[in-house]
């Protein structure tokens, strides 16, 4: 691996498919976003027990254990369109559903645990097709700028201006972050519908294949490849701390900051101004010192900023961490994306994302319930500092990647 490890970049255009597709995402980020601003905070008012809040996200997370590879497989044998834009009319039905259940007062821990374990079921698919599709609608070498414009674009509509909103949409109604969800998820679909993408050349297969079968070769692929491997390792590492304090911020924010919902509203948007940053600094800093040190030094700052978030209780530090948090994110995980889509063969991108997706989420589950755990036991800030040494072995991890 040589430090500057990146093709010539080029920017895709954005009239035709990949302009709509990051239209689509866009839209469905937004509404996307309300519900996960707005449902920790319904799940706090039903119940006060952290460790229940916490399971909220494992549920959202345990789906990738056991649907992930099998969403990966399927994406690769259908048409990538038509699974994305079926998968959001029925998530948009779902959510329109939960919404007149939450309005009528219906809402309860078990549903909002059924409900996330159903919309990640889904993701499953929607998300491996995703992956899979963009490399039709862009040259290789434009790989890394839509990436980055797509997740800094995902980033803006929903830390920058949905979950900002969420207040005011509370205000109207405890279930109208739900309901615009579900409407965002069937314009979303409509988009997806017009697009006109080239579907990948696929080899024809050999009588007696299986989804099984298939899935092993994706896994074989990745296991084999020294970069997907590592990387897999360093990101799962990540997503146990990350998940850990994910499911809990919420009481971080408001419990031991004191901020109440309007601070916590407040993280969220500096989380999203620094990922737009990150966003926009993430090809400047691949060029200069190559996708796999990117990750190295965005880590590497990201435990800087989880040991000031649980050690200073103070609302601006903890706005001031998140936003550059955030953009470390944003340069970890454009990098990470882009790694994938290069080294992995066209017809196999769905299954040897959804296997670096299954295995990097493997510990997501637990991570949420060990963030639970430490703020019912060690404190409310416990998961931060916990968070920060999951991500130290995440970047010792990288370092063997890098000659």
Request: some cysteine.
């Amino acid at each position: 691996m040589t430090a500057v490890d990146t093709e010539e970049a080029a920017a895709p255009p954005w009239r035709g498919g990949f302009g709509r597709l990051w239209s689509a995402a866009i839209v469905s980020r937004f509404g996307d976003a309300l519900r996960a601003a707005a449902m920790p905070l319904l799940a706090a008012s039903l119940t006060d027990d952290p460790l229940l809040i916490a399971s909220v996200t494992a549920c959202g997370y345990l789906p990738w254990l056991l649907f992930g590879l099998l969403g990966g497989a399927v994406a690769d044998r259908v048409d990538q369109r038509r699974a994305m834009w079926g998968v959001d009319l029925v998530r948009g039905a779902l959510m329109a559903a939960f919404a007149i259940a939450v309005a009528l007062g219906q809402a309860s821990i078990a549903l909002l645990l059924l409900l996330a374990f159903v919309l990640t079921t889904l993701q499953t698919l929607f998300d491996n097709a995703a992956t899979a599709l963009l490399p039709s609608l862009v040259e290789r070498n434009e790989l890394g700028s839509a990436n980055a414009r797509l997740m800094t674009g995902q980033q803006i509509a929903g830390s920058l201006v949905a979950a900002p909103l969420v207040p005011a949409l509370l205000l109207v109604g405890v279930a109208a972050p739900h309901a615009a969800n579900a409407v965002t998820y069937g314009l979303a679909g409509l988009l997806i519908v017009s697009l006109r993408a080239e579907a990948p050349e696929r080899p024809a297969r050999t009588a007696g294949s299986t989804l099984r079968g298939e899935i092993a070769e994706g896994l074989r692929f990745l296991v084999r490849d020294r970069t997907l491997r590592g990387l897999c390792l360093a990101t799962t590492l990540c997503n146990i701390g990350m998940s850990a304090l994910i499911a809990t911020l919420v009481l971080h924010v408001t419990g031991w900051l004191g901020a109440g919902n309007s601070g916590y509203a407040l993280t969220l948007t500096a989380f999203g101004v620094g990922s737009a940053v990150g966003g926009l600094l993430a090809k400047r800093i691949a060029e200069r010192t190559g996708r796999v040190r990117a990750m190295f030094l965005a880590g590497t700052v990201q435990i800087g900023c989880l040991v000031v978030l649980g050690s200073v209780r103070e609302i601006w530090a903890a706005v001031c961490c998140l936003g550059v948090f955030g953009a470390m994110n944003m340069v970890w995980n454009v990098q990470q994306a882009t790694l994938m889509q290069e080294r992995s063969p066209r017809d196999m991108l769905g299954r040897i994302s959804s296997a670096f997706r299954t295995l990097a989420t493997a510990g997501a589950p637990l991570g949420a319930l060990l963030g639970g755990a430490a703020a019912a036991g060690w404190g409310l800030n416990a998961p931060a500092l916990l968070t920060a040494g999951f991500f130290v072995l995440a970047v010792a991890s990288l370092g063997s990647l890098i000659n």
